[in-house]
């Protein structure tokens, strides 16, 4: 009897800026607030409240890739890239993210004009200092102590090659098929795990990715970024329609699942993923 196929991470991404593009690694550092630089950095509006796809679907087409020492690099189309170093841990100013404050230190003037003249609008760009402290995860689905980067509300969110096929073929036989196949950088995730069953992390209550264990906190509910294609910053109806129809749970539209892990370590492409509970 054939025995069966092992789970293994094949993707790990990291998104330095908040919404903005990231870069794959083959191994990254995890922390206890999430993957080592991943949503350090965040773009704000005039009144301090976080900037995202969401609002400006302009921020795809930014990427930030990372430079010694926790500064990043960015870069559009259009535009002259610009090395940003983490600021120095003064003048922290209250942002909003979600409707809640938190303190942040603010980036180089030369990095608030960049992102004003990529999307047209007054912003700056502020560094999550102290992620040891500034942001407590929901404590609903959080042990006490648990923090997080600027990520939306958990320190790493997990996707599925295999559910994201399912939900593809569900895109094609929808009422928008052209939109499809879907990639998966619609969906932002920070790792991603091919071996499995189509919605087999549904049922996952806690995870190895090699040596590292991951709590499953909750599903990820969905929203207007995934209709958000990563290349152009187009906005279609895919897959929100499509989840709205098969992957609704409660109020939420669900793809992936957000983790947290219980120490720091290190995971690798190709590291096997096991379910333990």
């Not at 997080?148 to 073929?169: I, K, R």
Request: overall charge neutral; charged content about 25%; hydrophobic content about 40%.
């Amino acid at each position: 009897m054939e025995s069966p196929v092992q789970p293994v991470v094949s993707q790990i991404n990291v998104y330095p800026v908040k919404s903005a593009g990231g870069f794959r690694l083959d191994e990254a550092e995890i922390e206890p607030w999430g993957p080592a630089g991943d949503r350090r950095w965040m773009v704000v509006d005039a009144t301090g409240k976080a900037v995202t796809q969401r609002e400006r679907a302009r921020l795809a087409l930014a990427a930030a890739g990372a430079l010694p020492g926790g500064g990043v690099r960015l870069s559009a189309p259009g535009r002259a890239d610009l090395d940003v170093p983490v600021p120095e841990p003064i003048g922290a100013v209250g942002v909003t993210l979600f409707g809640k404050k938190v303190k942040a230190i603010p980036a180089a003037e030369s990095a608030h004009e960049w992102f004003s003249g990529h999307l047209g609008v007054e912003v700056r760009l502020v560094h999550l200092d102290d992620p040891a402290t500034r942001r407590p995860i929901d404590p609903d689905f959080s042990l006490p102590g648990e923090t997080v980067s600027f990520a939306d509300g958990f320190p790493l969110l997990v996707t599925a090659v295999a559910s994201l096929d399912a939900l593809n073929a569900l895109v094609a036989q929808g009422a928008h098929p052209h939109e499809g196949p879907l990639p998966m950088n619609r969906f932002r995730p920070n790792v991603v795990v091919d071996g499995t069953e189509a919605w087999a992390e549904d049922h996952w209550s806690r995870i190895a990715i090699g040596d590292l264990t991951f709590r499953v906190a909750k599903p990820c509910g969905r929203c207007v970024i995934t209709t958000t294609d990563q290349e152009t910053a187009g906005r279609g109806r895919e897959p929100l329609r499509t989840l709205g129809r098969h992957r609704r749970f409660g109020t939420k539209l669900v793809f992936g699942q957000n983790v947290v892990p219980e120490r720091p370590g290190v995971i690798r492409t190709g590291d096997p993923v096991r379910v333990l509970d």
